[in-house]
Protein backbone atom coordinates (compact mmCIF):
# COMPACT_ATOMS: atom_id res chain seq x y z
CA UNK A 1 0.00 0.00 0.00
CA UNK A 2 2.91 2.40 0.86
CA UNK A 3 4.83 1.54 -2.13
CA UNK A 4 1.88 2.36 -4.46
CA UNK A 5 1.02 5.64 -2.30
CA UNK A 6 4.87 6.36 -3.36
CA UNK A 7 3.63 6.12 -6.89
CA UNK A 8 0.37 8.40 -6.40
CA UNK A 9 2.88 10.66 -4.78
CA UNK A 10 5.28 10.60 -8.00
CA UNK A 11 2.81 10.34 -10.79
CA UNK A 12 0.73 13.41 -9.15
CA UNK A 13 4.34 15.63 -8.99
CA UNK A 14 4.73 14.74 -12.57
CA UNK A 15 1.34 15.93 -13.49
CA UNK A 16 2.26 18.82 -12.00
CA UNK A 17 5.47 19.02 -14.30
CA UNK A 18 8.03 17.64 -12.06
CA UNK A 19 10.71 15.33 -12.87
CA UNK A 20 12.12 12.19 -11.88
CA UNK A 21 16.21 12.90 -10.64
CA UNK A 22 18.40 10.85 -9.38
CA UNK A 23 20.58 13.34 -7.43
CA UNK A 24 19.42 14.58 -4.20
CA UNK A 25 21.05 17.72 -4.89
CA UNK A 26 19.24 18.85 -7.74
CA UNK A 27 15.82 18.32 -6.53
CA UNK A 28 13.61 20.91 -5.95
CA UNK A 29 10.92 18.48 -3.81
CA UNK A 30 12.18 15.56 -1.72
CA UNK A 31 8.91 13.56 -0.29
CA UNK A 32 9.88 10.74 2.39
CA UNK A 33 7.27 8.33 2.23
CA UNK A 34 7.25 6.42 5.77
CA UNK A 35 5.94 2.59 6.44
CA UNK A 36 5.88 2.61 10.19
CA UNK A 37 5.65 -1.37 9.77
CA UNK A 38 8.88 -1.20 9.05
CA UNK A 39 11.17 -1.86 12.07
CA UNK A 40 13.15 1.36 13.47
CA UNK A 41 10.83 3.44 10.78
CA UNK A 42 11.03 6.79 13.30
CA UNK A 43 14.85 6.20 13.63
CA UNK A 44 15.33 6.04 10.01
CA UNK A 45 13.05 9.20 9.39
CA UNK A 46 14.94 11.14 12.01
CA UNK A 47 18.33 10.05 10.64
CA UNK A 48 17.59 10.46 6.98
CA UNK A 49 15.92 14.13 7.63
CA UNK A 50 19.01 15.25 9.37
CA UNK A 51 21.35 14.11 6.65
CA UNK A 52 18.84 16.51 4.74
CA UNK A 53 19.50 19.72 6.58
CA UNK A 54 22.83 20.60 4.50
CA UNK A 55 20.73 19.88 1.67
CA UNK A 56 18.10 22.56 2.60
CA UNK A 57 20.83 25.22 3.76
CA UNK A 58 22.84 24.91 1.10
CA UNK A 59 19.23 25.49 -1.20
CA UNK A 60 16.47 27.09 0.53
CA UNK A 61 14.10 27.04 -2.01
CA UNK A 62 14.10 23.03 -1.55
CA UNK A 63 10.87 21.16 -0.14
CA UNK A 64 10.95 18.39 1.60
CA UNK A 65 7.71 16.59 2.64
CA UNK A 66 7.22 13.41 4.88
CA UNK A 67 4.48 11.67 4.30
CA UNK A 68 2.98 7.85 5.25
CA UNK A 69 1.91 6.42 8.57
CA UNK A 70 4.46 7.67 10.63
CA UNK A 71 3.59 11.51 9.30
CA UNK A 72 -0.11 10.21 9.94
CA UNK A 73 1.20 8.92 13.74
CA UNK A 74 3.84 11.48 14.32
CA UNK A 75 1.95 14.36 12.99
CA UNK A 76 3.43 17.86 14.27
CA UNK A 77 6.29 15.93 16.16
CA UNK A 78 7.95 15.80 12.88
CA UNK A 79 8.26 19.33 12.54
CA UNK A 80 9.41 19.57 15.84
CA UNK A 81 12.44 17.73 15.70
CA UNK A 82 13.01 18.62 12.15
CA UNK A 83 12.04 22.34 11.57
CA UNK A 84 13.40 21.74 8.08
CA UNK A 85 10.39 19.84 7.15
CA UNK A 86 7.88 22.01 4.82
CA UNK A 87 5.44 19.48 3.93
CA UNK A 88 3.86 17.03 6.75
CA UNK A 89 0.94 14.97 5.50
CA UNK A 90 -1.14 11.71 6.35
CA UNK A 91 -2.17 8.22 4.96
CA UNK A 92 -5.65 10.12 4.13
CA UNK A 93 -4.79 12.74 1.73
CA UNK A 94 -2.36 12.25 -0.44
CA UNK A 95 -4.15 13.80 -3.21
CA UNK A 96 -3.54 16.46 -1.71
CA UNK A 97 0.33 16.75 -1.88
CA UNK A 98 1.08 19.04 -4.30
CA UNK A 99 -1.39 21.67 -2.93
CA UNK A 100 0.51 21.17 -0.10
CA UNK A 101 3.35 21.88 -1.85
CA UNK A 102 1.98 25.43 -3.18
CA UNK A 103 0.81 25.83 0.36
CA UNK A 104 3.70 25.61 2.02
CA UNK A 105 5.87 28.01 -0.87
CA UNK A 106 3.21 30.99 0.02
CA UNK A 107 2.81 30.53 3.57
CA UNK A 108 5.36 28.61 5.23
CA UNK A 109 5.62 24.92 6.46
CA UNK A 110 2.16 23.25 6.70
CA UNK A 111 0.79 20.02 8.62
CA UNK A 112 -2.16 18.24 7.66
CA UNK A 113 -3.51 14.86 8.82
CA UNK A 114 -7.03 14.14 7.78
CA UNK A 115 -8.35 11.66 10.73
CA UNK A 116 -10.22 9.53 8.20
CA UNK A 117 -10.43 9.24 4.50
CA UNK A 118 -13.12 10.83 2.35
CA UNK A 119 -14.39 8.26 0.09
CA UNK A 120 -14.71 10.31 -3.02
CA UNK A 121 -10.88 10.83 -2.71
CA UNK A 122 -9.13 7.69 -1.03
CA UNK A 123 -8.82 5.15 -3.30
CA UNK A 124 -4.96 5.62 -4.91
CA UNK A 125 -5.84 3.71 -8.40
CA UNK A 126 -7.85 7.01 -9.30
CA UNK A 127 -4.65 8.91 -8.68
CA UNK A 128 -2.46 9.48 -11.40
CA UNK A 129 0.38 7.11 -10.87
CA UNK A 130 3.55 7.01 -12.05
CA UNK A 131 4.32 2.87 -12.24
CA UNK A 132 7.94 1.59 -11.41
CA UNK A 133 6.51 -1.49 -13.59
CA UNK A 134 4.99 -0.71 -17.17
CA UNK A 135 3.26 -4.06 -17.75
CA UNK A 136 2.09 -4.72 -14.14
CA UNK A 137 -0.09 -2.66 -11.59
CA UNK A 138 -1.41 -2.26 -8.34
CA UNK A 139 -5.32 -1.96 -8.13
CA UNK A 140 -6.38 -0.52 -5.08
CA UNK A 141 -9.74 -1.97 -3.72
CA UNK A 142 -9.90 -0.97 -0.17
CA UNK A 143 -8.35 1.02 2.12
CA UNK A 144 -8.34 0.67 5.98
CA UNK A 145 -8.65 -2.56 8.33
CA UNK A 146 -11.24 -3.18 10.79
CA UNK A 147 -8.95 -5.81 12.48
CA UNK A 148 -7.10 -4.87 15.63
CA UNK A 149 -3.95 -7.60 15.55
CA UNK A 150 -2.20 -6.70 18.63
CA UNK A 151 0.94 -6.30 16.85
CA UNK A 152 -0.23 -3.91 13.56
CA UNK A 153 -0.25 -0.39 13.74
CA UNK A 154 -2.20 -0.44 10.22
CA UNK A 155 -6.20 0.29 11.88
CA UNK A 156 -4.90 3.54 13.47
CA UNK A 157 -2.61 5.00 10.75
CA UNK A 158 -4.97 3.83 7.81
CA UNK A 159 -8.48 3.92 9.60
CA UNK A 160 -11.77 1.67 9.25
CA UNK A 161 -12.30 -0.35 6.16
CA UNK A 162 -13.13 1.36 2.86
CA UNK A 163 -14.24 -0.72 -0.31
CA UNK A 164 -13.99 1.02 -3.62
CA UNK A 165 -17.27 -0.10 -5.91
CA UNK A 166 -16.69 -2.80 -8.42
CA UNK A 167 -17.47 -0.69 -10.87
CA UNK A 168 -14.69 1.71 -10.44
CA UNK A 169 -12.41 -1.26 -9.51
CA UNK A 170 -13.34 -2.58 -13.52
CA UNK A 171 -12.97 0.70 -15.10
CA UNK A 172 -9.84 1.14 -13.41
CA UNK A 173 -8.49 -2.79 -14.37
CA UNK A 174 -9.62 -1.78 -18.06
CA UNK A 175 -7.88 1.76 -18.22
CA UNK A 176 -4.79 -0.50 -17.03
CA UNK A 177 -5.18 -2.85 -19.79
CA UNK A 178 -5.20 -0.17 -22.35
CA UNK A 179 -2.05 0.86 -21.17
CA UNK A 180 -0.93 -2.43 -21.98
CA UNK A 181 -0.94 -3.74 -18.12
CA UNK A 182 -1.04 -7.47 -18.72
CA UNK A 183 -0.70 -8.51 -14.52
CA UNK A 184 -3.08 -6.74 -11.68
CA UNK A 185 -2.50 -6.87 -8.11
CA UNK A 186 -5.64 -5.97 -6.08
CA UNK A 187 -4.43 -4.09 -3.13
CA UNK A 188 -6.57 -4.42 0.47
CA UNK A 189 -5.47 -4.37 3.76
CA UNK A 190 -8.00 -7.47 4.21
CA UNK A 191 -9.52 -8.71 0.81
CA UNK A 192 -11.72 -10.83 1.76
CA UNK A 193 -14.18 -8.13 3.39
CA UNK A 194 -14.16 -6.61 0.75
CA UNK A 195 -17.32 -4.67 -0.30
CA UNK A 196 -18.97 -5.64 3.32
CA UNK A 197 -19.06 -1.80 3.97
CA UNK A 198 -20.84 -1.30 0.56
CA UNK A 199 -23.50 -4.00 1.62
CA UNK A 200 -24.19 -2.02 4.79
CA UNK A 201 -24.44 1.00 3.35
CA UNK A 202 -27.33 0.22 0.26
CA UNK A 203 -28.91 -1.32 3.32
CA UNK A 204 -28.83 1.48 5.63
CA UNK A 205 -30.33 3.52 2.54
CA UNK A 206 -33.16 1.89 1.92
CA UNK A 207 -31.80 -1.13 -0.14
CA UNK A 208 -33.29 -4.58 2.18
CA UNK A 209 -32.95 -6.86 -0.95
CA UNK A 210 -28.33 -6.62 -0.31
CA UNK A 211 -27.22 -9.35 1.13
CA UNK A 212 -24.40 -8.31 4.26
CA UNK A 213 -21.35 -10.36 2.94
CA UNK A 214 -18.09 -9.80 1.20
CA UNK A 215 -17.80 -9.48 -2.44
CA UNK A 216 -14.35 -10.47 -3.17
CA UNK A 217 -15.03 -13.47 -4.69
CA UNK A 218 -17.34 -11.78 -7.43
CA UNK A 219 -14.51 -9.31 -8.02
CA UNK A 220 -11.99 -11.61 -8.93
CA UNK A 221 -14.11 -13.28 -11.62
CA UNK A 222 -14.83 -9.40 -13.00
CA UNK A 223 -11.31 -8.25 -12.72
CA UNK A 224 -10.28 -11.94 -14.34
CA UNK A 225 -12.81 -11.01 -16.93
CA UNK A 226 -11.19 -7.47 -18.23
CA UNK A 227 -9.72 -8.15 -21.66
CA UNK A 228 -6.26 -7.94 -21.93
CA UNK A 229 -5.36 -8.68 -18.22
CA UNK A 230 -3.66 -11.91 -18.45
CA UNK A 231 -2.74 -11.77 -14.47
CA UNK A 232 -4.79 -10.90 -11.29
CA UNK A 233 -2.97 -11.27 -7.90
CA UNK A 234 -4.20 -10.18 -4.72
CA UNK A 235 -3.26 -9.24 -1.16
CA UNK A 236 -3.59 -9.52 1.23
CA UNK A 237 -6.29 -12.25 2.37
CA UNK A 238 -7.25 -12.72 6.08
CA UNK A 239 -7.73 -16.72 7.06
CA UNK A 240 -10.69 -15.79 9.47
CA UNK A 241 -12.41 -14.35 6.64
CA UNK A 242 -11.34 -16.58 3.65
CA UNK A 243 -14.36 -18.09 1.97
CA UNK A 244 -15.34 -21.05 -0.22
CA UNK A 245 -16.84 -18.59 -2.39
CA UNK A 246 -13.12 -16.93 -3.14
CA UNK A 247 -11.27 -20.20 -3.55
CA UNK A 248 -13.92 -21.33 -6.16
CA UNK A 249 -13.48 -18.07 -8.08
CA UNK A 250 -9.94 -18.98 -8.16
CA UNK A 251 -10.46 -22.32 -10.01
CA UNK A 252 -13.35 -21.10 -11.90
CA UNK A 253 -11.44 -17.90 -13.14
CA UNK A 254 -7.78 -18.84 -15.62
CA UNK A 255 -6.84 -15.36 -14.92
CA UNK A 256 -6.44 -15.25 -11.06
CA UNK A 257 -3.04 -16.92 -10.40
CA UNK A 258 -2.90 -19.92 -8.43
CA UNK A 259 -1.06 -18.35 -5.54
CA UNK A 260 -2.76 -18.09 -2.00
CA UNK A 261 -0.50 -15.68 0.76
CA UNK A 262 -2.07 -16.93 4.06
CA UNK A 263 -0.73 -15.18 6.78
CA UNK A 264 -0.50 -17.29 9.37
CA UNK A 265 1.78 -15.60 12.18
CA UNK A 266 1.66 -18.14 15.10
CA UNK A 267 0.54 -22.04 14.89
CA UNK A 268 -0.54 -21.24 18.57
CA UNK A 269 -3.88 -20.69 19.64
CA UNK A 270 -3.06 -18.82 22.83
CA UNK A 271 -0.35 -16.86 21.25
CA UNK A 272 -3.39 -16.45 18.01
CA UNK A 273 -5.46 -15.40 20.49
CA UNK A 274 -3.48 -12.62 22.47
CA UNK A 275 -3.31 -11.55 18.43
CA UNK A 276 -6.48 -11.33 17.83
CA UNK A 277 -6.15 -12.84 15.05
CA UNK A 278 -9.95 -14.50 15.23
CA UNK A 279 -9.05 -18.21 14.08
CA UNK A 280 -7.29 -21.42 15.61
CA UNK A 281 -4.33 -22.93 14.20
CA UNK A 282 -7.00 -26.77 13.18
CA UNK A 283 -9.24 -23.75 11.24
CA UNK A 284 -6.40 -22.25 9.07
CA UNK A 285 -5.24 -26.13 8.42
CA UNK A 286 -8.20 -26.65 7.36
CA UNK A 287 -8.56 -23.62 5.26
CA UNK A 288 -5.40 -24.01 3.28
CA UNK A 289 -6.53 -27.63 2.68
CA UNK A 290 -9.48 -26.71 0.95
CA UNK A 291 -7.87 -24.09 -0.85
CA UNK A 292 -5.43 -27.04 -1.91
CA UNK A 293 -8.23 -29.00 -2.83
CA UNK A 294 -10.40 -26.56 -4.72
CA UNK A 295 -7.44 -24.33 -6.84
CA UNK A 296 -5.57 -27.01 -8.68
CA UNK A 297 -1.89 -26.55 -8.54
CA UNK A 298 -1.72 -23.93 -5.26
CA UNK A 299 1.37 -22.37 -4.07
CA UNK A 300 0.58 -21.36 -0.64
CA UNK A 301 3.04 -18.97 1.06
CA UNK A 302 2.62 -17.47 4.36
CA UNK A 303 3.80 -14.59 7.24
CA UNK A 304 5.38 -15.97 10.75
CA UNK A 305 6.26 -14.34 13.50
CA UNK A 306 8.37 -15.39 15.87
CA UNK A 307 8.48 -14.54 19.77
CA UNK A 308 5.48 -11.91 19.79
CA UNK A 309 5.13 -11.54 23.51
CA UNK A 310 4.37 -14.38 25.79
CA UNK A 311 5.55 -17.17 23.34
CA UNK A 312 6.80 -20.10 25.36
CA UNK A 313 8.68 -22.83 23.81
CA UNK A 314 5.19 -25.26 23.69
CA UNK A 315 3.72 -22.33 21.76
CA UNK A 316 6.16 -22.03 19.34
CA UNK A 317 6.24 -26.06 18.98
CA UNK A 318 2.96 -25.26 17.54
CA UNK A 319 3.89 -22.90 15.20
CA UNK A 320 6.91 -25.67 13.97
CA UNK A 321 4.21 -28.51 14.07
CA UNK A 322 1.47 -26.25 12.19
CA UNK A 323 4.56 -25.03 9.47
CA UNK A 324 5.17 -28.60 8.92
CA UNK A 325 2.24 -29.71 8.02
CA UNK A 326 0.96 -26.36 5.68
CA UNK A 327 3.73 -27.33 3.71
CA UNK A 328 3.92 -23.81 2.78
CA UNK A 329 5.66 -23.01 -0.85
CA UNK A 330 7.74 -20.11 1.06
CA UNK A 331 7.42 -17.82 4.06
CA UNK A 332 7.77 -14.48 5.20
CA UNK A 333 9.29 -15.18 8.86
CA UNK A 334 10.02 -12.39 11.04
CA UNK A 335 11.36 -11.51 14.33
CA UNK A 336 8.92 -9.82 16.28
CA UNK A 337 9.95 -6.18 17.28
CA UNK A 338 7.29 -3.93 18.67
CA UNK A 339 5.66 -1.57 17.10
CA UNK A 340 5.29 1.86 19.13
CA UNK A 341 1.54 2.57 18.96
CA UNK A 342 0.20 -0.75 19.14
CA UNK A 343 -1.62 -3.26 21.93
CA UNK A 344 1.67 -5.95 21.82
CA UNK A 345 3.84 -2.98 22.26
CA UNK A 346 2.75 -2.64 25.82
CA UNK A 347 3.42 -5.92 26.50
CA UNK A 348 6.75 -5.58 27.69
CA UNK A 349 7.09 -7.57 30.78
CA UNK A 350 5.90 -10.75 28.24
CA UNK A 351 9.04 -9.71 25.96
CA UNK A 352 10.55 -12.83 25.11
CA UNK A 353 14.41 -13.84 25.56
CA UNK A 354 15.65 -12.36 22.08
CA UNK A 355 18.98 -15.24 22.03
CA UNK A 356 15.73 -18.08 22.83
CA UNK A 357 14.20 -16.02 19.88
CA UNK A 358 16.74 -15.73 17.56
CA UNK A 359 17.40 -20.13 18.41
CA UNK A 360 13.36 -20.49 17.14
CA UNK A 361 13.70 -18.28 14.35
CA UNK A 362 16.77 -20.76 13.20
CA UNK A 363 14.43 -23.55 13.95
CA UNK A 364 11.34 -22.26 12.04
CA UNK A 365 13.44 -21.47 8.95
CA UNK A 366 14.88 -25.30 8.75
CA UNK A 367 11.03 -26.16 8.39
CA UNK A 368 10.27 -23.55 5.70
CA UNK A 369 13.37 -23.86 3.85
CA UNK A 370 12.82 -28.14 3.73
CA UNK A 371 8.91 -27.22 2.38
CA UNK A 372 10.37 -24.77 0.29
CA UNK A 373 12.86 -26.68 -1.36
CA UNK A 374 10.55 -29.82 -1.81
CA UNK A 375 7.93 -27.90 -3.57
CA UNK A 376 10.21 -25.99 -5.88
CA UNK A 377 12.07 -29.61 -7.04
CA UNK A 378 8.38 -30.67 -7.53
CA UNK A 379 8.31 -28.05 -10.43
CA UNK A 380 11.08 -30.03 -12.19
CA UNK A 381 10.06 -31.34 -15.41
CA UNK A 382 7.05 -28.90 -15.47
CA UNK A 383 6.80 -26.31 -18.43
CA UNK A 384 5.69 -22.87 -17.09
CA UNK A 385 4.26 -20.02 -18.82
CA UNK A 386 6.74 -16.98 -17.20
CA UNK A 387 5.78 -13.27 -17.33
CA UNK A 388 9.13 -12.26 -18.16
CA UNK A 389 10.79 -9.26 -15.86
CA UNK A 390 14.50 -9.03 -17.49
CA UNK A 391 17.51 -9.62 -17.52
CA UNK A 392 18.89 -11.95 -14.23
CA UNK A 393 20.51 -9.34 -11.55
CA UNK A 394 23.58 -12.21 -11.12
CA UNK A 395 23.59 -13.29 -14.47
CA UNK A 396 22.90 -11.15 -17.51
CA UNK A 397 23.09 -13.50 -19.44
CA UNK A 398 19.49 -15.23 -18.08
CA UNK A 399 16.37 -13.67 -18.04
CA UNK A 400 14.26 -13.98 -14.81
CA UNK A 401 10.27 -14.24 -15.00
CA UNK A 402 7.64 -15.18 -12.76
CA UNK A 403 5.01 -18.49 -13.12
CA UNK A 404 1.81 -18.27 -12.36
CA UNK A 405 2.63 -19.73 -8.67
CA UNK A 406 4.95 -16.59 -8.57
CA UNK A 407 7.90 -18.43 -8.20
CA UNK A 408 10.90 -16.56 -9.92
CA UNK A 409 12.43 -18.72 -12.66
CA UNK A 410 15.59 -17.76 -14.52
CA UNK A 411 16.69 -18.89 -17.82
CA UNK A 412 19.26 -17.97 -20.58
CA UNK A 413 18.48 -15.22 -22.67
CA UNK A 414 17.01 -16.65 -25.72
CA UNK A 415 17.62 -15.54 -29.32
CA UNK A 416 15.65 -12.56 -30.35
CA UNK A 417 14.01 -9.81 -28.66
CA UNK A 418 12.03 -11.10 -24.89
CA UNK A 419 10.91 -7.64 -23.32
CA UNK A 420 10.07 -6.97 -19.99
CA UNK A 421 6.40 -8.14 -20.09
CA UNK A 422 6.37 -10.90 -22.30
CA UNK A 423 5.27 -13.99 -21.72
CA UNK A 424 6.87 -17.41 -22.43
CA UNK A 425 6.70 -20.93 -21.96
CA UNK A 426 9.97 -21.79 -19.68
CA UNK A 427 10.36 -25.75 -18.69
CA UNK A 428 12.01 -25.74 -14.73
CA UNK A 429 15.04 -28.24 -15.01
CA UNK A 430 16.42 -27.24 -11.35
CA UNK A 431 14.58 -26.62 -8.43
CA UNK A 432 16.37 -24.20 -5.20
CA UNK A 433 14.73 -22.96 -2.19
CA UNK A 434 14.43 -19.68 -3.44
CA UNK A 435 14.50 -19.68 -7.12
CA UNK A 436 13.96 -22.70 -10.49
CA UNK A 437 16.04 -22.87 -13.51
CA UNK A 438 14.48 -23.44 -16.81
CA UNK A 439 14.97 -23.82 -19.98
CA UNK A 440 13.18 -21.13 -22.85
CA UNK A 441 10.60 -23.03 -24.75
CA UNK A 442 8.56 -20.46 -26.94
CA UNK A 443 7.38 -16.84 -26.23
CA UNK A 444 3.60 -16.74 -26.04
CA UNK A 445 3.07 -13.60 -26.10
CA UNK A 446 4.69 -9.94 -26.87
CA UNK A 447 4.04 -7.21 -24.18
CA UNK A 448 2.19 -4.23 -25.25
CA UNK A 449 2.52 -1.74 -23.04
CA UNK A 450 4.65 1.27 -24.25
CA UNK A 451 8.33 1.44 -22.99
CA UNK A 452 6.88 4.44 -21.25
CA UNK A 453 3.40 5.32 -20.18
CA UNK A 454 2.55 8.94 -19.79
CA UNK A 455 1.30 10.17 -16.94
CA UNK A 456 -2.41 10.92 -17.01
S1 LIG B 1 -5.80 -7.73 9.39
FE1 LIG B 1 -3.79 -7.11 8.61
S2 LIG B 1 -3.89 -4.89 8.43
FE2 LIG B 1 -5.61 -5.49 9.70
S3 LIG B 1 -4.87 -5.30 11.83
FE3 LIG B 1 -4.50 -7.43 11.21
S4 LIG B 1 -2.41 -7.49 10.35
FE4 LIG B 1 -3.06 -5.32 10.47
Known amino acids: MNEHDSERIAGLLESDGY ?16 C ?4 NADNKLYGTLGNMKQLKDDNPD ?11 KDRELIQQRAGHVDVVFGTHNVHRATALL ?22 ASALPARREIDYAAWLTIQVGCDNSCAFCIVPSVRGVEISRTPEEIVAEAERLSSQGVTEITLLG ?15 RSGDQSVRIRPAFAQLLRSVGAVDGIRRVRYTSPHPKDMTTEVFEAMA ?22 KMHRGYRAERFLAKAAQARETIPDLALTTDIIVGFPGETEDDFTETLRVAAKAEFDSAFTFVYSPRPGTEAAEMVDDFCDPDEVKDRYARLRTVIERSALAKQQGRVGVTEEVIVEGPSKKDPTRLSGRTGQNKLVHFPRPEGPLRPGSYARVRVTEGHTQYLIGEFVERTAAASHRTRIPVL
Open 102 to 123: SDARSNGPVTEIWEEADPDEAF
Open 189 to 203: QNVNSYGRDLALAAR
Open 19 to 34: EETSNQSDADVIVVNT
Open 36 to 39: CIRE
Open 252 to 273: ETPEVMPHLHFPLQSGSDRILR
Open 62 to 72: LQIMVGGCLAQ
